[in-house]
């Protein structure tokens, strides 16, 4: 005996129908276009204010995160894609500003300087500090503020003009198990001190060292344990504020305040020399631009 037949009222026969019509065509759409038309409308990119220039950025609503795009397209310095601090620093190269950008924890690459050259975007490596609870934004060099040391990177940003400055601290073929601190720079813009653990190498920009000065591990331990005890006390007032300091680039940029405080640049005729606490720069061995 054949089973009754189901009679569908005209209402629903036509939603059953739209509905059928619906699935298919959703079922023929692309991966793509699928993902497209499923995306809500809170989590599409909106633009942020731009830093001028060809260059915009890019960020989802309610998060600190940018992207940066450079005439339309999508720019990844260094292959970071996403920033938590973009702005253009001041001074322009060809034509458009140039940027400071530090990126989140997951790109792995730190505090960047962009720059365009022959109408392409550059990055530069400031500090290679990634922590967006206390991002590396330099160190403003005491009595120069047009000036920033990024210790973490031993490296110094001319701010008005963009100029980024690194020293050689290394003699050829001399090696050292001590990491540099890029601790003060002379008001030329040409010769740097880098702090070791043993001395203050004194370093002329593309030439290398050419002085140290005597400052021992014993003299370095007195005049820096009240920098010590301030970064430690500093670090853990702002735990119990819920907050995150790094305590190591803190202390190494108070090392960088007190060197300035207590040393001073002076030029003479042997060029520019670092003195302080009753020390005298000691000249290195001279080494010819070929070996160097």
């Given at each position: 005996?054949?089973?009754?037949?189901?009679?569908?009222?005209?209402?629903?026969?036509?939603?059953w129908v739209c509905a059928s019509v619906a699935?298919?065509?959703?079922?023929?759409?692309?991966?793509?276009?699928?993902?497209?038309?499923?995306?809500?409308?809170?989590?599409?990119?909106?633009?942020?204010?731009?830093?001028?220039?060809?260059?915009?950025?890019?960020?989802?609503?309610?998060?600190?995160?940018?992207?940066?795009?450079?005439?339309?397209?999508?720019?990844?310095?260094?292959?970071?894609?996403?920033?938590?601090?973009?702005?253009?620093?001041?001074?322009?190269?060809?034509?458009?500003?140039?940027?400071?950008?530090?990126?989140?924890?997951?790109?792995?690459?730190?505090?960047?300087?962009?720059?365009?050259?022959?109408?392409?975007?550059?990055?530069?490596?400031?500090?290679?500090?990634?922590?967006?609870?206390?991002?590396?934004?330099?160190?403003?060099?005491?009595?120069?503020?047009?000036?920033?040391?990024?210790?973490?990177?031993?490296?110094?940003?001319?701010?008005?003009?963009?100029?980024?400055?690194?020293?050689?601290?290394?003699?050829?073929?001399?090696?050292?198990?001590?990491?540099?601190?890029?601790?003060?720079?002379?008001?030329d813009n040409r010769h740097g001190a880098l702090?070791?653990?043993?001395?203050?190498?004194?370093?002329?920009?593309?030439?290398?060292?050419?002085?140290?000065?005597?400052?021992?591990?014993?003299?370095?331990?007195?005049?820096?344990?009240?920098?010590?005890?301030?970064?430690?006390?500093?670090?853990?007032?702002?735990?119990?504020?819920?907050?995150?300091?790094?305590?190591?680039?803190?202390?190494?940029?108070?090392?960088?305040?007190?060197?300035?405080r207590n040393f001073r640049w002076q030029q003479?005729?042997?060029?520019?020399?670092?003195?302080?606490?009753?020390?005298?720069?000691?000249?290195?061995?001279?080494?010819?631009?070929?070996?160097?």
């Amino acid at each position: 005996m054949p089973a009754p037949t189901k009679t569908v009222p005209p209402g629903r026969r036509h939603s059953w129908v739209c509905a059928s019509v619906a699935l298919a065509l959703t079922l023929s759409m692309t991966p793509a276009a699928q993902a497209q038309r499923a995306a809500p409308a809170s989590a599409s990119v909106q633009a942020i204010q731009p830093p001028g220039g060809a260059f915009e950025l890019e960020g989802q609503p309610n998060s600190n995160l940018y992207r940066i795009k450079y005439r339309g397209k999508p720019y990844r310095p260094l292959n970071a894609y996403e920033f938590i601090h973009v702005r253009a620093l001041g001074p322009t190269q060809g034509g458009q500003p140039m940027l400071l950008a530090v990126s989140n924890d997951f790109m792995g690459v730190g505090t960047i300087l962009i720059a365009v050259q022959n109408d392409t975007p550059l990055a530069r490596v400031l500090s290679p500090t990634v922590d967006v609870r206390d991002p590396d934004m330099g160190l403003a060099q005491p009595g120069r503020q047009d000036l920033l040391l990024f210790t973490a990177g031993s490296r110094a940003l001319v701010t008005s003009t963009g100029q980024v400055l690194w020293f050689e601290h290394l003699l050829p073929k001399e090696y050292q198990r001590s990491s540099p601190l890029l601790v003060s720079v002379s008001p030329d813009n040409r010769h740097g001190a880098l702090l070791l653990d043993n001395e203050i190498r004194l370093s002329v920009a593309g030439e290398g060292p050419y002085a140290s000065v005597p400052f021992t591990r014993a003299m370095q331990r007195e005049a820096f344990k009240p920098a010590w005890d301030q970064s430690r006390a500093r670090a853990r007032a702002a735990l119990d504020e819920g907050k995150h300091i790094d305590q190591r680039r803190l202390h190494d940029n108070l090392k960088a305040e007190w060197i300035n405080r207590n040393f001073r640049w002076q030029q003479g005729k042997d060029g520019w020399q670092f003195i302080g606490q009753g020390l005298k720069p000691a000249a290195l061995p001279v080494q010819s631009k070929k070996a160097q």
